[in-house]
């Protein structure tokens, strides 16, 4: 069985930070690209970081580049995505997702991604 769970959202003000984790059961995350997407209110899911094998590589969306980072914690089979100076349209449902072991992915895609969480809401204040 294959689980990810989000946690760390919340609601924080403008300029503030927090740090979203995403727990993994049923598999290994060091094999497999991970992802980090959002689904703001009224828009499409939309792509915000991604990381690669074994932490070879990340990748951030323009709208969060210079203000994120993504890590992983292989030995707690984890991943987090630390966001700084967050602004009131970084507002939106976080999830994240899993590539198959190994795979090459179009790393942006939704559809490169075949495990996904639920999701937690970050809200920013204005």
């Known amino acids: 069985q294959v689980q990810l769970v989000e946690s760390g959202g919340g609601l924080v003000q403008t300029g503030g930070s927090l740090r979203l984790s995403c727990a993994a059961s049923?598999?290994?995350?060091?094999?497999?690209?991970v992802g980090w997407f959002r689904r703001a209110p009224g828009k499409d899911r939309e792509f915000v970081s991604a990381i690669g094998w074994r932490s070879a590589s990340t990748l951030y969306a323009d709208s969060i580049k210079g203000r994120a980072t993504i890590s992983r914690e292989n030995a707690k089979n984890t991943v987090a995505l630390q966001m700084n100076s967050l602004k009131p349209e970084d507002t939106a449902v976080y999830y994240c997702?899993?590539?198959?072991?190994?795979?090459?992915?179009?790393?942006?895609?939704?559809?490169?991604?075949?495990?996904w969480g639920q999701g937690i809401q970050v809200t920013v204040s204005s």
């Open positions: 997702a899993a590539a198959p072991p190994y795979k090459m992915v179009v790393r942006s895609s939704m559809n490169s991604y075949t495990d």
């Open positions: 049923g598999v290994t995350f060091s094999v497999r690209e």
